[in-house]
């Protein structure tokens, strides 16, 4: 499988949280400024754990949780839940898994 973003997404979220000035920025012609990220000397690690065709898979949120664990001093995840099922979070694994990462 390839680790390319097929849908744009970590390139939208990577460029919010570290992304350099851009100079002559517009919104549809609408306005101009100067843009940035939150903070553009940020280095970044980017797991990709949702596949176009067959979804996220808890497996691979949780090993990329285990891995950023390693020196991250922030964590963001962003996965849709397509199935729309919500469980109480004492019941899901990412959930957990996120708890156990905040209680280091």
Same mark, same amino acid.
């Given at each position: 499988m390839s680790l390319r973003d097929a849908e744009g997404h970590r390139t939208h979220t990577g460029s919010t949280v570290a992304g350099s000035h851009a100079f002559h920025a517009s919104m *549809? *012609? =609408?306005? /101009? *400024?100067?843009? $940035? *990220? %939150? /903070?553009? $000397? /940020?280095?970044?690690? %980017? =797991? $990709? %754990?949702c596949w176009k065709n067959s979804g996220c898979f808890n497996f691979d949120i949780l090993v990329a949780f285990d891995v950023a664990n390693d020196g991250a001093d922030v964590i963001s995840i962003s996965v849709n839940n397509g199935d729309r099922i919500s469980s109480p979070y004492y019941l899901d694994p990412i959930a957990i898994e996120e708890y156990g990462a905040v209680s280091l």
């Open positions: *549809g *012609g =609408y306005t /101009a *400024g100067i843009t $940035k *990220g %939150v /903070a553009p $000397k /940020a280095r970044l690690t %980017v =797991y $990709k %754990v």
